[in-house]
């Protein structure tokens, strides 16, 4: 995958020779994969929650930080597994999207996908309680205030970083590329 990156600009390329070259993936299309990947992982829980709900119903309550570990179990097993699999997950394929390390262009370690996975999702629980907060009306606390700055980091960073790494990005030194569309032979 890519390795070298430039330092500025749409439609950057970045790669070492005899490495297949790629672009810095930019915000609108890391977006729509992310909404791809959002539901898939919805239709997982879902399907995950229905043998939860059987066994409730045959053994009683099931404590909700139990059912929330299962959640957040799946979450990471999906992202981080893809990630450090094939450094892409099933919303990022159609769109050529690939992780890689900042520094050398290979697959990120799942240490590195875990610290990702970790902040992405602090970051995402902070902007869905932005928007619960707005929808709700109860966004004149110092709490909403706080916890708005983490999503509006992360877009700061994703806009105005050289290599367009978003705070989770920067935490686990990994890029998002685009991958060059394969070549197609026309005989």
């Known amino acids: 995958m890519a390795t070298n990156t430039p330092s500025s600009g749409q439609g950057q390329e970045t790669g070492h020779a005899g490495r297949e070259q790629a ?3 930019g915000f609108s299309i890391r977006s729509i994969a992310a909404m791809y990947d959002m539901g898939i992982i919805f239709a997982l829980s879902f399907l995950i ?31 981080v597994g893809f990630w450090t699999r094939s ?28 610290i990702r996975f970790a902040v992405m999702l602090a970051t995402w629980l902070a902007a869905g309680f932005v ?22 980091i992360s877009l700061a960073c994703l806009a105005l970083t050289n290599r367009r790494q978003a705070l989770h990005d ?10 060059a569309a394969p070549a197609t032979n026309q005989a």
Do not use: C, H
């Open 49 to 79: 929650f229905i043998p939860v709900t059987a066994a409730e119903q045959a053994l009683g309550a099931i404590p909700e930080w139990i059912k929330g570990m299962l959640v957040l179990t799946v979450f990471w097993a999906y992202f």
């Open 131 to 152: 928007l619960l907060s707005i929808l709700t009306g109860k966004t004149q606390n110092t709490t909403y205030a706080t916890v708005a700055l983490l999503p509006f």
């Open 87 to 114: 450094g892409e997950t099933t919303g990022m394929r159609p769109w050529r999207l690939t992780l890689v390390m900042a520094d050398s262009g290979n697959i990120p370690s799942m240490a590195a996908n875990t």
């Open 170 to 179: 920067l935490a686990s030194g990994i890029i998002v590329v685009r991958r």
């Open 23 to 25: 672009v810095l993936a």
